[in-house]
C-alpha cells in the first residue's frame, strides 16, 4: 500500500494488460498485475484508457500515442443530470437565524408531454447563500460566508433536474501528456427533447411560486428575469446559459452487447478486445439513472466484486 500515486497509463503486452505506470512523489516505477480494475471515474478511467492507446484510433494517432486497440466508444456517450436554478429573495414572510441552516423539499415528476416517466425533478431550498456565477457545484461549505448573518442576505432557490437526458457529450484528449485534463463537451440540451422537457420544468417551478402557501415566503425574482419567460426562444436561451452539471457524470466508457460499437465493456466490466483490465465506476453505466449516481455505483462495485471472485 503506497498513498500519494498517480498513474500514467496501463502498460499492456500485445493486447493483455499487465501493469501501470505510476508517479510518486517524484519517483516513476511499475507495478505488474494479473489483473487492473480502473476505478477514476467517469472522467479519469476513459482518460487513463485513452492514454493507455485503447480509444478511438484517430484520436491517438493525431497524438503519436501507439493504439493498442481501437475502441472508438472511450470517452464518448457523456451523460449528466443537466440542472437549473429559479432564484428569489427572501420573502417578509420567511425568517430565521443564520444557523438554522437551509429548509429543503423535493418533487419528482413527469415532464407534461414526455413518454419517460419520472424525468424532472424540483428540488425547494431556502435561506441558502447566493451561487457563484461562473462556478460550477461549489459545494455549500465552501461557499463563501456572507458578510452578514442576517437571513436577508440568503436566497430561496428551485433547482431544476432533468434526470433522463437524451443529449449526449464527449471526452477527448487534448494531450498525451497524464498531467493535462482531457477536453469535456457537455453537450447540454443539444436535443429539442431536453430542451422542451426542463423548459417545462422551470415553469412549473414558477407556478409552484405563485400558490398562495408558497408566495409569502418569496420576494422578487432573481432570476430568471422577465425578458427570459417571454418566450420559448427566450427561455431556451436563458437554459443554454445557465445549465449547469450536477456532478452525475456517467457512460463515458458504457456497457453493451459486443454488437453495439461503443461498447467499451462487457456485463462483467472487462474492457472488450483487451485482457486482464476491467472498470468499475460510472463511466460503465450504459446510461444514467434517475437518481444521484452513487448508490449505482456502489451496486456495481459490488456486482464485478461477485464476478472477480467467481473467476468471471
Known amino acids: 500500500m503506497r498513498p500519494n500515486c498517480q498513474v ?5 503486452q500485445g493486447k493483455r494488460a499487465v501493469g501501470l505506470l505510476v508517479d510518486s512523489r517524484g519517483e516513476t516505477f511499475t507495478v505488474a498485475a494479473n ?29 503519436d500515442i501507439p493504439v493498442v486497440q481501437d475502441k472508438p466508444g472511450v470517452g464518448q456517450n457523456l451523460k449528466d443530470h443537466p440542472k437549473v436554478y429559479v432564484t428569489w429573495e427572501v420573502g417578509d414572510g420567511l425568517v430565521a437565524p443564520y444557523n438554522r441552516g437551509a429548509g429543503n423539499a423535493a418533487l419528482r415528476l413527469t415532464a407534461p408531454g414526455s413518454h419517460l416517466r419520472n424525468d424532472l425533478s424540483i428540488s ?18 465552501q461557499r463563501p460566508r456572507p458578510e452578514s448573518e442576517d437571513a436577508a442576505t440568503r436566497h430561496i432557490e428551485m433547482m431544476i433536474a432533468l434526470l433522463l437526458p437524451t443529449s449526449r457529450g464527449e471526452l477527448t484528449l487534448t494531450s498525451p501528456d497524464y498531467r493535462v485534463q482531457p477536453a469535456m463537451h457537455y453537450n447540454y440540451l443539444v436535443e429539442p427533447f431536453d ?11 414558477l407556478d409552484l411560486a405563485g400558490q398562495p402557501e408558497l408566495a409569502p415566503l418569496l420576494g422578487k425574482r432573481i432570476e430568471p428575469e422577465d425578458e427570459d419567460l417571454t418566450s420559448d426562444d427566450t427561455l431556451d436561451q436563458w437554459l ?37 483490465l476491467r472498470i468499475v465506476d460510472a463511466s460503465i453505466m450504459p446510461d444514467l439513472v434517475r437518481a444521484p449516481i452513487n448508490p449505482a455505483v456502489i451496486m456495481l462495485a459490488e456486482r464485478v466484486a461477485d ?4 473467476g468471471r
Open 307 to 310: 464476478f472477480i471472485r467467481a
Open 35 to 63: 489483473e487492473i480494475v480502473l476505478s477514476a471515474g467517469a472522467v479519469g478511467s476513459p482518460h487513463l484508457l485513452l492514454l493507455s492507446g485503447v480509444g478511438p484510433a484517430e484520436q491517438l494517432e493525431k497524438l
Open 124 to 141: 425547494f431550498s431556502t435561506l441558502v447563500p447566493p451561487r457563484l456565477k461562473g462556478i460550477s457545484a461549489v459545494p455549500r461549505n
Open 8 to 12: 500514467r497509463r496501463v502498460l499492456f
Open 195 to 205: 430542451r422542451a422537457r426542463l423548459r417545462e420544468g422551470v415553469r412549473l417551478a
Open 240 to 276: 443554454l446559459r445557465e445549465a449547469t452539471t450536477y456532478s452525475h457524470i456517467s457512460c463515458t466508457c458504457k456497457m453493451g452487447p459486443s454488437d453495439d460499437p461503443l461498447a467499451v465493456v462487457d456485463q462483467y466490466g472487462q474492457v472488450r478486445g483487451v485482457e486482464g
